[in-house]
């Protein structure tokens, strides 16, 4: 089935920047939305931003003005551009999509990537 594959995690210190990427494997694949989210030790899974197939975003309130989602140039890739990063922007972060279309057939599924940690140091 669909898989995605979440690359650009890593160690970074306060205050710098990464950037996460998202890619579904497959072909004609689309998704109604693609998101991220994220996982702190001992803490619930929380969204972190959203892109909708019309380009609309939503952030969680401490993503605001220094996160930003944004669709690749293939439909099937999502990214997140993380600046300004906090220690608490530490955790596992997971890509999310929703909504399949795929030869001309709609889904109403939910997939997940396996994550990538994002380790911010002071």
């Known amino acids: 089935q669909v898989q995605l594959v979440e690359t650009g995690g890593g160690l970074v210190q306060a205050g710098g920047s990464l950037r996460l990427s998202c890619a579904a494997s497959?072909?004609?694949?689309?998704?109604?939305?693609m998101g991220w989210y994220r996982q702190a030790p001992d803490k619930e899974r929380e969204l972190v931003a959203i892109?909708?197939?019309?380009?609309?975003?939503y952030y969680t309130d401490s993503a605001k003005g220094r996160f930003s989602i944004a669709r690749g140039s293939t439909e099937n890739t999502v990214y997140l551009q993380m600046n300004s990063l906090k220690l608490e922007d530490t955790a596992v972060y997971f890509c999310?999509?929703?909504?399949?279309?795929?030869?001309?057939?709609?889904?109403?599924?939910?997939?997940w990537g396996n994550g990538t940690q994002v380790t911010v140091s002071s």
């Open positions: 999310n999509a929703k909504g399949l279309w795929t030869t001309g057939v709609f889904y109403d599924a939910e997939f």
């Open positions: 497959g072909n004609l694949l689309r998704f109604n939305t």
């Open positions: 892109i909708s197939r019309g380009d609309s975003t």
